[in-house]
């Protein structure tokens, strides 16, 4: 089975420092994709950025950016300039490549405040 | 496009009540899914529907939990009886195929309170 871990529960960052946010995933799947999500306290979960894992560049979205460790298992978001409409939950999730009927896991998420 | 819009945003019920929230996913997007969300914890996927069919029941506490999907659009989740440990958000998310890097869009979801 798959499961996404986020060990961290809390972040906090200076207004306009940089943050990293740690996720790891366990699969024996070669072929997947891995999201970051974020979730402002209206609850409505956003996509944030996503990385397909037969990529070797990392995907980059403006502030946002992730560190991909295929082999580590590793999947990082880093948030640059960080502002304070950052602040929110965010979550990583795994979805496997193959198959109609994937499924999307999400990991605990972690917390991230953002200080002025 | 108008979002993923569900219903009701709060409800508060006493223990062995029945509840039923509604989804309407974007237009279009043939797969549903619905979330529970415990304070504290990511979303764990309840259900999720390809049009019309269940494709993945597999944590959905059949005793107490039914849902289904209207014609491959609306869909509405029921609790009955309602548990304490039921207390949660209920989120909702469509996307256009259930496949690799297609997004999920979610609702702003109903968040239950079972007292």
């Known amino acids: 089975a798959q499961t996404v871990t986020q060990s961290q529960p809390e972040m906090s960052v200076q207004e306009a420092e940089t943050v990293t946010l740690s996720c790891t995933y366990d699969t024996s799947e070669s072929d997947y994709y891995l999201f970051w999500y974020k979730q402002p306290p209206s609850r409505q979960m956003i996509l944030v950025i996503r990385q397909e894992a037969y990529k070797q560049q990392n995907a980059t979205e403006n502030r946002f950016s992730v560190n991909f460790q295929k082999a580590a298992k590793s999947f990082s978001l880093k948030i640059s300039d960080s502002q304070l409409g950052d602040a929110a939950m965010y979550f990583c999730?795994?979805?496997?490549?193959?198959?109609?009927?994937?499924?999307?896991?999400f990991g605990k998420g972690i917390t991230l405040s953002v200080r002025p | 496009e108008a979002g993923v819009a569900q219903s009701p945003r709060y409800k508060i019920i006493e223990k062995r009540q029945s509840v039923a929230f509604w989804c309407n996913p974007i237009?279009?997007?043939?797969?549903l899914y619905w979330y529970q969300q415990i304070l504290g914890q990511g979303p764990k996927l309840l259900i999720q529907?390809?049009?019309?069919?269940?494709?993945?029941d597999s944590q959905l506490p059949k005793d107490r939990f039914s849902a289904e999907r209207l014609k491959g659009v609306d869909s509405t989740l029921k609790i009955q009886p309602a548990k304490l440990e039921d207390s949660a958000v209920y989120l909702c998310?469509?996307?256009?195929?259930?496949?690799?890097?297609?997004?999920?869009?979610f609702g702003q979801g109903t968040r239950l309170t079972v007292v």
């Open positions: 999730a795994y979805r496997v490549y193959a198959g109609a009927n994937s499924k999307l896991t």
């Open positions: 529907f390809q049009n019309n069919g269940v494709v993945d």
């Open positions: 998310a469509s996307s256009r195929a259930s496949t690799g890097n297609t997004e999920a869009f």
């Open positions: 237009s279009g997007h043939a797969t």
